[in-house]
């Protein structure tokens, strides 16, 4: 025990002689604390607060003693693991029949799915509401049926197959093209059916990225916002828009942090699972890159099938997009479609605060996160410091946490001494900073891992110290990494809405909390427009991040361009 | 400047070992002198390149001092030291162009910039890198990258400069004639350095002095000649070239010789000696293979006449690799002896069943104490290998 403390004390004082590198850690650890950390010990703190000063789980009991919260809890538990379950299916459908089966159209249908996945995330809601709602196209002006039960289960589930489907194609896209195809071919070659090679061999090669599917879809379903405070209504409570409106509509703290607990606990274990699934995960990634393969390993009725699934899907998220468009350039939907800008000239006019909010809002916050996050992956990685596990999982934490969650956390932690916060945009910015360095991170971790140690130690060797190191030569070489870390979180504050719905407020409010508003004002032309620019932003920012990337550091080769 | 190593130890955790720690390096002390090139040789996992680490500031020894000049450096980080390394997997910068990479420990030193180009410059021509100036280095082959290692090492004109198995990732010829150029840069610019390999032939070539490491220890600290002909004790022996070990009483010390024999009652005598040695002792009598001289034992040779007869045989393998021929003799020893016959057009070739006289010189011949265990039977050992071997098998 006395070596061990003597050890950790002699690796502190080492640290220390290098002043900006113990600073830069002491820094970064305690930001973790208070930001990731602190507003969820508030959470669970305010959720034990009884009253009178006092502690107990009289909160708990009273809401799980209320139906309505209990049926909020199975409707969440539910509504996720459907999603799931289904989005994972679909996702896998798209993800086989683009990189195996090869179906014809597969560049669109890769295009399809990735098109959501820089969308807010709430559109799906809305174009469900425009294509089905009270006003429809298709079942008002089309059906001519009114009051379609569109609210509640039914949309709900549809808007968020819509919105999370991409997360499954993506992930499973990677494990079916790390898949080397000889074995589909070995199995073929000894005489398997095309059908038994697909049960017997793919399927269970893809096993464990379909669970990792499942589980990913399930922590963002059960913390999706948006969707549901548009779709769900009062027949179909879940915990997010519960715990949000115990907060926001009754000021009742203790129960809406309590919530906000039922919330955090499936997420956080599905999370932390899904980590570990990934990282025992051997046999997927037989060899590193895609290689040709023979489309004949399904079957002309198999790819049929499959292109018909596809193109159903896509015409679905066809419609929402087409819906988004029209909406935002008819005058108003469902009744009179003729052409008009009345919209934009709202947005750009009176709504324009709210555009130059979230850009300035997002602008700022982007490059912080995607530093830190560099900056967490290079500690993390390369410097031996005593809590370096702990800020791993620390920094990792708030993938795992709902928004909605840390959002309550943000407003329980910095409404009050030492830090009060609330009402800027300070907090605001914070909160997208340390919610959106997870995938920054493990980036830069995932390039540094397969980067030498040596060449920075050449660096410090030849007289650097860890600043200059970093800056010199761990950034530029990291920087494929640095720059999806950046779109990421860009993309990412541009269409957050669950955190930030609480943290916004008259002088700084957000793009995403106007098109909510719109939309619960019945104001759908305005939502649409807003919705439109915020696409057409991001995806205007994600062109000029990569032409920069391929002009400014094409000259370095491929080894400088994995983005 | 010279670089002085005061009983260093490192330790490392690891907890699958008893206690949870591994000794990589134990009370390691050496001193290289200005100018000087000293090689640090050993098996892997021998703490080699952790004692060049040490030296570098990347790991920091558990306990000990490191001295370069007239000062004691083991607390300062590695960027405070001036010491260079050329790392062995050359660590070029990949964003940086040639020119940048030599030129890099002088920008982070703040050199105007004409001198850093200047400098460079100078380098690179004595590197034979000056036209590769504006490449990438991935438009490098393994030596050139090496030469840019190098030279990026050399510019800043450390105190010490340290290798780290430089040469392990080249091919054969490759590698001889980068370490040849490595010894002309490192006489031409008088730099202490520190080189670690587990190469013999390598560090026979570059070195001043070798230390032959095993298990975190210094085995031996020489000479090339010192290591390979003299070695101190059968380690160095065995892990440099190959040998004939005997194990013979040592009888008495006569002119500057060594008179021992063995338990067949069979006389030698040898020029010299490892340290220590005592008359009485069991030790091993070692002969390199290229000292013994194979005759054919009714056709003895000319050149043979002061030779010493170390015992006769049968040839039991001839392997004839055109300049020099491998026997294997069957002497009456517990193994064959192994000789290695040179100029074969001019001594004779032998085949297998031949009758031989293996001969050999007082001078190439040298003693080396046992280890402690094999002091008692030589052949405990072995026999303790048969019975597990017989036990595992039923």
């Not at chain 2, 590698?175 to 730099?191: A, C, G, H, T, Y």
Request: glycine share 8%; net charge positive; charged share 15%.
């Amino acid at each position: 025990m006395h070596s061990k403390q003597s050890r950790a004390v002699a690796e502190i004082k080492r640290t220390a002689r290098d002043p900006i590198l113990f600073v830069g850690i002491l820094l970064v650890i305690s930001s973790l604390l208070i930001f990731v950390l602190y507003p969820l010990v508030e959470v669970g703190l305010t959720s034990l607060d009884v009253g009178n000063g006092s502690r107990g789980l009289g909160v708990y009991i009273e809401s799980l003693r209320s139906p309505y919260i209990m049926k909020a809890l199975v409707n969440s538990l539910i509504m996720s693991t459907l999603t799931a379950t289904i989005g994972t299916l679909i996702g896998y459908v798209f993800a086989f029949a683009v990189t195996r089966a090869k179906v014809p159209g597969s560049r669109i249908f890769n295009l399809i799915a990735v098109i959501p996945a820089i969308s807010p995330p709430f559109i799906g809601a809305l174009a469900i509401i425009m294509l089905f709602g009270n006003n429809g196209l298709i079942t008002w002006n089309l059906l001519k049926i009114q009051n379609f039960p569109i609210y509640g289960f039914n949309g709900l589930l549809l808007a968020q197959l819509l919105t999370f489907f991409p997360v499954s194609y993506l992930t499973l896209k990677g494990v079916l093209e790390s898949m080397n195809p000889v074995l589909e071919e070995a199995a073929l070659d000894l005489g398997g059916s095309r059908w038994k090679v697909f049960w017997k061999v793919t399927l269970p090669l893809s096993i464990p990225g379909i669970t990792s599917s499942v589980l990913l879809l399930f922590v963002e379903t059960l913390a999706d916002f948006g969707n549901p405070l548009i779709l769900a209504g009062s027949k179909f409570p879940v915990l997010s828009v519960q715990a949000y409106l115990q907060i926001v509509g009754m000021y009742d703290l203790p129960k809406g942090a309590a919530i906000s607990m039922l919330l955090l606990v499936p997420s956080v274990i599905a999370f932390y699972l899904q980590r570990w699934l990934v990282s025992r995960r051997k046999y997927t990634t037989v060899t590193g890159k895609p290689q040709q393969t023979t489309t004949k390993i399904v079957s002309s009725g198999a790819r049929t099938f499959l292109f018909v699934v596809c193109l159903v899907v896509t015409i679905l998220v066809g419609l929402v997009y087409f819906s988004i468009v029209i909406g935002a350039f008819a005058k108003v939907w469902g009744y009179d479609h003729t052409p008009t800008l009345d919209h934009f000239r709202f947005v750009f006019g009176v709504g324009f605060k709210a555009v130059r909010d979230t850009l300035m809002i997002a602008g700022i916050s982007t490059p912080f996160a995607g530093l830190l996050g560099m900056v967490i992956a290079y500690l993390v990685v390369r410097v031996k410091f005593p809590g370096r596990q702990f800020v791993d999982s620390l920094s990792m934490l708030s993938f795992a946490v709902p928004g909605t969650v840390i959002g309550i956390g943000y407003i329980l932690a910095f409404n009050h001494k030492p830090l009060v916060l609330t009402g800027t945009l300070a907090i605001l910015l914070l909160n997208f900073i340390f919610r959106y360095i997870p995938v920054g991170i493990e980036s830069g971790k995932a390039i540094l891992a397969s980067i030498d140690p040596s060449i920075e130690e050449a660096a410090i060797n030849l007289g650097a110290d860890s600043r200059r190191t970093f800056g010199k030569i761990t950034l530029p070489m990291i920087l494929p990494a640095f720059f999806s870390g950046l779109v990421y979180a860009f993309v990412r504050s541009m269409t957050a809405v669950s955190a930030a719905i609480f943290l916004v407020s008259s002088r700084w409010n957000l793009m995403t909390v106007h098109i909510m508003s719109q939309v619960e004002s019945g104001n759908l032309g305005a939502a649409a427009a807003y919705s439109l620019l915020l696409v057409a932003i991001v995806l205007i920012i994600i062109g000029i991040i990569r032409a920069i990337l391929k002009t400014q550091f094409g000259k370095f080769g491929g080894t400088m361009l994995h983005f | 400047m010279s670089v002085r190593l005061v009983e260093i130890t490192k330790e490392f955790k690891d907890m699958d070992r008893e206690g949870g720690t591994l000794v990589a390096v134990r009370d390691f002390s050496l001193e290289v002198l200005d100018g000087e090139l000293v090689t640090l040789l050993g098996p892997s996992g021998c703490g080699k390149t952790t004692t060049l680490r040490m030296i570098a500031g990347f790991e920091v020894p558990t306990s000990g001092e490191i001295w370069i000049g007239n000062k004691n450096v083991v607390n300062d980080p590695p960027n405070k030291r001036d010491t260079s390394m050329v790392f062995q997997s050359y660590a070029i910068f990949p964003h940086m162009s040639v020119e940048q990479n030599v030129g890099f420990g002088l920008e982070l030193k703040g050199y105007p910039r004409d001198t850093i180009r200047q400098e460079s410059r100078r380098i690179m021509e004595v590197m034979g890198i000056a036209e590769l100036a504006h490449r990438r280095p991935d438009q490098l082959s393994g030596g050139q990258q090496q030469r840019v290692a190098l030279a990026r090492a050399i510019v800043n004109k450390p105190s010490v400069l340290l290798f780290d198995e430089p040469l392990s990732n080249l091919d054969a010829k490759l590698r001889e004639q980068m370490r040849v150029e490595i010894r002309r840069i490192q006489q031409n610019f008088k730099i202490t350095s520190i080189y670690v390999t587990h190469d013999q032939a390598e560090a026979m070539t570059v070195s001043d002095r070798i230390v032959v490491m095993n298990k975190g220890s210094i085995m031996q600290v020489g000479s090339p000649f010192e290591i390979y002909s003299r070695p101190a004790n059968r380690f160095v022996a065995d892990f440099i070239g190959k040998v004939n070990l005997f194990p013979v009483k040592v009888d008495s010390l006569q002119a500057d010789r060594y008179v021992v024999s063995d338990s067949k009652g069979r006389q030698w005598c040898a020029a010299s000696a490892a340290p220590g040695i005592q008359i009485g002792e069991t030790v091993w009598f070692m002969v390199r293979p290229e000292s013994l001289v194979v005759e054919k034992t009714d056709r003895p040779g000319a050149k043979s006449e002061n030779l010493f007869v170390l015992a006769s045989g049968v040839v039991e393998k001839a392997v004839y690799l055109g300049a020099t021929v491998d026997y294997d003799i069957a002497a009456s020893f517990d193994r064959p002896v192994f000789a290695v016959s040179h100029d074969p057009v001019d001594v004779g070739l032998w085949s297998i069943g031949d009758k031989v006289t293996l001969k050999y010189s007082p001078n190439a011949a040298h003693l080396i104490p046992m280890d402690e265990k094999n002091k008692s039977t030589e052949n405990n050992a072995i026999e303790l290998v048969c019975q597990q071997y017989q036990s595992r098998k039923t």
